[in-house]
């Protein structure tokens, strides 16, 4: 026998959902560009329950289905139908398997507990609330699962998922520790992090940590994630990106890798002899090629890496084979590397404070490519991300004394026009400037800003100079 008002309701749904079509699509069609501010905002306000209803309509549809589907085919090993049914599901909805996945468990949670299925029907929760819920209350004794189940749907209703979920956790630990304890070993067990090359040459990495490892990660990058100097303009990513190499710098530096064959792990740009002197010919696209992943890269890229380096020799015979190979030679002494951290203490760019432990030597009036001496007048420290700025050809540079300022010389945005090079023959710039990159505030200048005049104790610029493992410059001299 159905059940009260089944068949009533059955009747119902078509002619509803026929309405709700005509309705959705007569909305869609409408022209939002003449709609006032008021009225758009009031359309996004009003928009947010019925998608919210929607969805949670879809949800508790699809862990019926489901349900249905294992009731029917009993025969049928259970995890294979239930992957059958969220492949299913996610193509026939266009979502991916793992969307699918988490829908049809908003919608258990629904079916399971009833003031949250209420609260995700009325649209007042979405569907990670629900999950997040029925994970919290499946962990509890039944006896305090009516209370708490209304204290987490008080949260839910004014928090956003990632602050409830952290709200969650916290009434779960404070109800059963033990509980909170296992959840973060089945935690630990989804642990995972991707990385691979693309085929335009760049590196994706992707993954998923918690606990501890999730905290060092986050306090590590926001340690390095430094706000916009003046004038630049990056996006929340581009900040994330800066500070992870920053991050992966900084860790090259400490030395604590391990080896391969005795030699710590750096960055190694190979240059051969023809294109090195194209390069210091003011040529800013000479290519080489990184050591570790064979990618090529261009002199307006290694650029910045070359000025501060060891550098080695190789001499190679007719048929490629190495017959010679020099000691690495360091491009910044010791002496003036100390010196740059009593002047600059730290990166010289106008409105940044990166430490001198983040700190190149960057060369000044005269570049590394037109064979510029390093001196206290030809020098300054400059953090890795305004480093590669500066080398652009953006801005010009100047040292007197102990300050250092760089002036705007062109209007143009250096992340939208080429660089450009000096000509051979063209006259350089006078003594104590040097065109280069990026929008600041002209005329500003770097003074000493009373930081230490060392880096702090065990810090690999105080023990030996800048960082003689973190690149290297290996250059390649074909010569039989």
């Not at 001196?375 to 590669?388: G, K, V, W």
């Not at 030996?464 to 493992?469: A, E, H, Q, V």
Request: hydrophobic letters at 35%; proline letters at 8%; charged letters at 25%.
């Amino acid at each position: 026998m159905s059940a009260p008002g089944a068949g009533a309701t059955f009747g119902v749904l078509p002619a509803a959902l026929a309405e709700a079509e005509r309705s959705v699509e007569s909305l869609a069609a409408s022209d939002l560009d003449d709609l006032p501010d008021a009225a758009l905002d009031d359309l996004l306000h009003r928009l947010r329950r019925p998608i919210a209803q929607l969805v949670a309509l879809r949800s508790r549809a699809a862990a019926a289905s489901q349900t249905r589907r294992l009731a029917a085919a009993p025969s049928v090993p259970t995890g294979a139908a239930i992957l059958d049914h969220q492949r299913q599901l996610a193509s026939d909805q266009q979502m991916s398997p793992s969307d699918a996945k988490r829908e049809i468990e908003a919608g258990r949670a629904a079916r399971d507990h009833g003031e949250t299925g209420i609260a995700f029907a009325e649209g007042d929760i979405g569907p990670e609330h629900a999950r997040i819920i029925a994970r919290v209350l499946q962990a509890l004794s039944p006896g305090r699962r009516d209370e708490v189940e209304l204290e987490l749907l008080e949260l839910a209703r004014r928090l956003d998922p990632i602050a409830f979920g952290r709200r969650a956790r916290s009434v779960l630990a404070r109800e059963t520790p033990a509980a909170a304890a296992q959840d973060e070993r089945r935690q630990q067990l989804g642990r995972r992090v991707r990385a691979t090359d693309t085929p335009d040459g760049g590196f994706v990495f992707s993954g998923l940590l918690y606990g501890a490892a999730a905290e060092q990660a986050r306090v590590a990058l926001d340690a390095f994630r430094q706000p916009d100097a003046p004038g630049e303009h990056r996006s929340p990513e581009q900040r994330t990106a800066d500070a992870f190499e920053q991050l992966c710098a900084a860790a090259l530096r400490v030395g604590e890798a391990p080896t391969t064959h005795g030699v710590r792990p750096h960055v190694i740009v190979i240059v051969d002899a023809e294109q090195l002197a194209a390069y210091r010919s003011g040529e800013r696209f000479a290519v080489g090629r990184f050591g570790w992943s064979g990618q090529p890269v261009t002199g307006q890229e290694f650029g910045s890496l070359l000025a501060d380096s060891d550098v080695t020799r190789v001499v190679l015979d007719a048929q490629g084979t190495p017959i010679e190979a020099s000691e690495a030679v360091r491009t910044v002494p010791i002496g003036l590397w100390r010196s740059l951290v009593v002047r600059d203490g730290g990166c010289t760019w106008p409105g940044c404070d990166a430490p001198v432990s983040w700190c190149d030597v960057a060369h000044g009036h005269t570049a590394f490519a037109a064979d510029g001496r390093l001196s206290p007048d030809n020098a300054a420290l400059l953090c890795r991300r305004h480093h590669r700025r500066f080398d652009r050809g953006f801005h010009r540079i100047t040292i007197v004394g102990g300050s250092v300022s760089y002036t705007p010389v062109s209007t143009e945005h250096p992340d939208r026009s080429p660089p450009t090079a000096r000509s051979r023959g063209e006259p350089a710039p006078s003594p104590g400037e040097r065109d280069h990159d990026g929008p600041a505030n002209p005329g500003t200048s770097r003074r000493p800003t009373g930081r230490e005049p060392s880096a702090p104790r065990g810090s690999p610029a105080s023990a030996s100079g800048s960082d003689p493992w973190e690149q290297s410059v290996l250059l390649d001299d074909q010569q039989p």
